[in-house]
């Protein structure tokens, strides 16, 4: 799936990605109809 517009988003689910590998991190994502779980799973 293409994303358009979401380099911010993107970027920092990376860093919450990098960052759980040494704490334990939690992330609430909200919002209506943006793609939240297309989103996540692309980090993943």
């Known amino acids: 799936m293409k994303f ?3 380099e911010k988003e993107i970027g ?3 860093k919450i990605g990098l960052a ?3 704490n334990v991190q939690l992330t609430v994502v ?3 109809r943006i ?3 297309q989103l996540i799973l ?3």
């Open 20 to 22: 759980s590998q040494n």
């Open 35 to 37: 793609g939240k779980t």
């Open 12 to 14: 920092r689910l990376y």
């Open 4 to 6: 358009y517009n979401r």
């Open 42 to 44: 692309k980090n993943n």
């Open 30 to 32: 909200t919002d209506r």
